[in-house]
């Protein structure tokens, strides 16, 4: 298997370390050899080449099994011209590997209760919610424009074509099926014709997976339902606005930022995986930062990219049993438990397993 790392700024590099660390662990422990080869994109690649994403990073990610980042920008760059920024690179490499779905988890341990915030008895036993956002189109990518003649006005426009919906809603019903067999649709078909065409298309694709229940559901509905009963779902699909709002919604029941994985997918196996939390430049190179978002997010490329289920399962087991043993970084710290730093945390979790 052949891993691409970007490390990327800020903790990037402490969590990669941390989460190759891992990766290794699961190799010794099942005889699967990896080969590392390390990118620059963002930040680090502006300083090195002048750019955010050299053509290097992304002709080696292509040919890769998956690519695993770290976190890119800081505020060193931000005064950067636009297509400078650090972010242009993940932007670029998400677009150059043809990634349209973006999934983001909603997974929160039952020992970081208290981070929720939600009711203790509206978390139960944990909360695990995986939101597919489409990631290529919709009203982000659509026509935009201003009028400033008269009474000035603004417009975006937003356009989904049979194919794109359908490729999306697949995602969703290929990691339904691999989950409880529950999958949610979000649209506002109520009022948009793309919420309308997008639920057509989710009913013909559905056909294809009588094992999978299908629900719809509005959005503005939906946002409230997270709050309210978050385990009537386990997987979400929606479209690229509706996907950005609730996927930041959804994490925050968890109220665990250093915890979040995410994985960006496209038609073929490979994928890009990372910490939905940014750089975090503030705490980077003190061996503080959470390294387990990252290390989950290597359990997610386990799962999907080299469809190493079990594999993946003894990853996200070692972390619940390092938690369950009270160790814990400092940004999940709470009274009585045992603080340990990045490099601990990584070491703890290689050795459970
Ligand atoms: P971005 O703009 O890149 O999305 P952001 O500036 O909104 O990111 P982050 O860089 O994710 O936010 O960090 C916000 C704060 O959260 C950081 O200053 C840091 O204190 C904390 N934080 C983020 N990630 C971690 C982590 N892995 N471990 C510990 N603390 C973290
Ligand atoms: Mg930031």
Redesign the pocket.
């Given at each position: 298997m052949k891993i691409a790392l970007i490390p990327g700024d800020?903790?990037g590099p402490d969590?990669i370390e941390e989460a190759v660390k891992v990766i290794n662990a699961v190799g010794e422990k099942k005889q699967i050899s990896f080969e590392f080869i390390t990118y620059l994109a963002g930040g680090a690649a502006i300083d090195q080449t002048g750019i955010p994403l050299p053509e290097a990073t992304l002709e080696g990610c292509k040919k890769s099994d998956a690519v695993l980042l770290g976190?890119v920008?800081g505020p060193q760059w931000d005064t950067l011209p636009g297509h400078l920024r650090p972010e242009r690179g993940l932007l670029g490499l998400r677009k150059g590997m043809e990634l349209f779905a973006n999934l983001r988890p909603a997974l929160l341990f039952p020992q970081l209760k208290a981070a929720s915030t939600l009711k203790e008895e509206v978390i139960g036993d944990g909360i695990d919610i995986m939101v597919v956002r489409e990631l290529t189109g919709g009203i982000y990518f659509g026509d935009r424009g201003r009028n400033e003649e008269g009474t000035r006005s603004a417009y975006d426009m937003e356009t989904y074509s049979e194919p794109e919906i359908d490729r999306i809603t697949r995602i969703g019903f290929e990691i339904a099926k691999k989950r409880k067999k529950k999958l949610t649709s979000i649209d506002k078909a109520n009022i948009l014709e793309t919420s309308r065409l997008w639920r057509e298309v989710a009913e013909r694709v559905a056909k294809e997976y009588p094992e999978v229940e299908l629900h719809h559901m509005y959005v503005d509905n939906c946002a409230m339902q997270l709050i309210r009963n978050p385990h009537q779902f386990d997987v979400m699909v929606t479209s690229n606005m509706f996907g950005d709002i609730l996927s930041d919604e959804a994490s925050m029941l968890t109220g665990s930022?250093?915890m979040l994985p995410s994985a960006s997918l496209g038609s073929g196996k490979l994928g890009m995986y990372e910490?939905i939390?940014?750089?975090?430049?503030?705490?980077a190179g003190q061996d503080?930062?959470?390294?387990i978002?990252a290390i989950l997010s290597a359990a997610m490329m386990f799962r999907y990219s080299f469809e190493m289920e079990a594999e993946a399962v003894m990853i996200e087991e070692a972390v619940a049993r390092v938690l369950e043993a009270g160790y814990r970084?400092?940004?999940i710290m709470e009274k009585d438990m045992k603080l340990v730093g990045t490099k601990e945390m990584g070491s703890l979790i290689a050795e459970e397993i």
């Open positions: 800020g903790i969590i976190a920008g930022l250093g910490p939390h940014g750089s975090a430049p503030d705490i503080i930062a959470n390294p978002a970084t400092k940004d």
